[in-house]
């Protein structure tokens, strides 16, 4: 038994196709017997970073107030729900070009010096290790190859920031297309559902 977390972010609820792809592996990891937690940040946004937050992260935990405890302890929480996952799913269409801002802030939050990463002589070094990620990337263009392969800014980012935290074993299913016509979007779809098939539960 192996456990998951859904990190999901989309905004269009239902309509959601990274959200579809997520509940197809969902489906299929549970049916297997494994645990699966859910975070669903699109959903039920985190509020973005900003200077609170930062100050409450860099106060000395006995000199904060109770709004900035509260804010440290929901970094905590997250850091430690990722900290407990095998296999780390992240569902993320592109909007312009890049992850949505609520994605971006779930990073932001588990993103931590001294917690996720250190700083060495050496440079940076993740502490998250020995985890497995999937992202499931959904996009109304093609950036899988072809011209728009260099604006493809959301994989590459997701993948820098797993990285950076020491996940490394990364698997990538795209959905793209999406917005190409009917036809485009249907092969799109159909095609990154088969891929999610084929993912073995770890
Ligand atoms: C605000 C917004 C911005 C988008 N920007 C892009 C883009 O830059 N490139 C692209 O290929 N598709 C873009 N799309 C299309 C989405 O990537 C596509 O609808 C995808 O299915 C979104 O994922 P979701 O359905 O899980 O939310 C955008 C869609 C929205 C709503």
């Not at 972010?9 to 239902?14: A, N, Q």
């Amino acid at each position: 038994m192996s456990k998951y977390l859904f990190i999901e972010s989309s905004v269009r609820g239902e309509a959601s196709a990274s959200g579809q792809l997520a509940a197809r592996l969902k489906a299929q990891v549970q049916a297997a017997g494994h645990v699966v937690a859910t975070r669903d940040v699109g959903a039920d946004p985190l509020p973005p970073l900003d200077g609170a937050l930062l100050g409450a992260l860099f106060s000395a935990a006995d000199g904060r107030s109770a709004e900035q405890q509260a804010q440290a302890d929901r970094v905590t929480a997250l850091i430690d729900e990722l900290q407990a996952a095998d296999t780390v799913v992240i569902a993320t269409g592109m909007y312009n070009f890049g992850v949505p801002a609520q994605l971006k802030t779930w990073f932001d939050y588990v993103l931590q010096a001294g917690r996720t990463f250190r700083y060495t002589a050496d440079g940076p070094v993740g502490l998250v290790t020995g985890k497995h990620a999937i992202i499931l990337a959904a996009t109304g263009g093609i950036y899988s190859s072809g011209p728009a392969a260099a604006a493809d800014f959301m994989v590459p980012h997701v993948k820098q920031m797993l990285a950076f935290i020491g996940i490394t074993d990364v698997t990538v299913v795209r959905a793209e297309g999406l917005a190409l016509g009917e036809a485009s979007a249907q092969a799109g779809m159909a095609q990154a559902l088969s891929v999610v098939e084929t993912l073995q539960a770890a």
